[in-house]
């Protein structure tokens, strides 16, 4: 068996979940994470709560990295050794700070300075690099990382003042770059005596569900690419009946994610391959792959939480292979 989280980490802001009255997190709802030892005790406490739940891999996303917001932490290597998940990776969709200049990194991984264009000017004045994006975690070895870049939607001009003729009152908002990263996690036995490695991915799709939808139909296709079977797992920004339309592939798990608290609607989903297929094109579910494919998954069981962070639940899948 093998257990997938993933969780919009909103870059460890406490949310719903921070006012449970818990001694764990009854003193964080407050917390002013820009402090960094505040910023540390809020990653602490959710790393305790996910540890309850004992996840193989975890996807993160709106993840920050040396942001002053949040304490300027590597939020993704804090988790990863508060958990004891010693392979990780965390991909920039953008260099720079929230507020400020946004750029394209050079490398996704920005663990130096020349990995962002303006890194060596940083690094002149004693600063690091900085950006936001997502993060993969996993509790088993990784053979290979890859990162996808996913591109950015149309800008949006939304309107703020009374008067339609005034310039003033209309504000361009850009859209924001997307990426997903993957790893090819190698279990040799260890998850699952019967699964040898798994292709997990982690990916924040664009807010306006057409852009979402071609973004993930390109994440999908990078990672298919990847040794099987796979796991697509994030927050897509879309809800699971017009991920079920885009027939990319196959949802696994159930339950609502948004808002934490008091969730609605499920807009963060995991997604692995599609069943075999039989000779009139019907779904023969359960079943083996073919000669030299990867075995389909199936989900053992599922569930979602609300953690100390953020305005998403997180949401989490048991799988294993289908029996032949």
């Known amino acids: 068996m093998l257990r997938v989280l993933t969780l919009n980490l909103l870059h460890g802001q406490p949310g719903p979940g921070a006012g449970d009255g818990s001694a764990l997190t009854g003193s964080l709802s407050a917390a002013r994470i820009a402090d960094p030892g505040a910023a540390r005790a809020v990653l602490v406490a959710l790393a305790e709560q996910v540890a309850e739940l004992a996840p193989d891999v975890v996807a993160l996303q709106e993840v920050d990295l040396h942001q002053a ?13 508060a958990l004891g998940m010693p392979y990780y990776r965390f991909a920039a969709s953008y260099a720079g700070p929230v507020a400020g200049l946004r750029r394209r990194p050079l490398r996704s991984q920005l663990e130096a300075p020349t990995h962002d264009v303006l890194g060596p000017a940083r690094a002149a004045v004693g600063a690091r ?9 996993s509790r088993y070895p990784v053979s290979s990382w890859h990162v996808t870049r996913l591109g950015r939607g ?4 939304v309107r703020r003042g009374h008067r339609a003729w005034d310039p003033r009152s209309y504000r361009l908002f850009p859209a924001s770059s ?4 993957a790893a090819t996690v190698e279990l040799d036995g260890r998850a699952c005596a019967s699964l040898g490695q798994v292709s997990v991915a982690s990916t924040h799709l664009a807010t306006r ?3 979402a939808a071609r973004q993930l139909r390109r ?12 796991v697509l797992a994030g927050d897509y920004n879309l809800p699971a009946e017009r991920v079920a339309a885009l027939r990319v592939a196959r949802q696994v798990g159930q339950g609502h994610t948004f808002p934490a608290g008091a969730p609605s609607r499920r807009i963060d989903h995991l997604l692995t391959d599609p069943w075999p297929t039989g000779p009139q094109g019907q779904p023969l579910e359960g079943q083996a792959g073919g000669p030299g494919q990867a075995p389909p998954l199936r989900a053992l069981s599922w569930g979602t939480r609300t953690f100390v962070v953020s305005d998403h639940e997180g949401t989490w899948v048991d799988l294993a292979p289908a029996q032949a």
């Open 219 to 230: 994440a999908w296709e990078a990672l298919a690419g990847m040794p099987g079977p796979h």
């Open 209 to 211: 569900q057409d852009t």
């Open 69 to 81: 917001r949040s304490g300027r932490l590597h939020q993704a290597a804090v988790l990863a050794q």
């Open 129 to 137: 690099p900085v950006g936001y994006g997502n993060a993969l975690l």
């Open 154 to 157: 149309p800008s949006s001009v």
């Open 178 to 181: 997307r990426v997903m990263v």
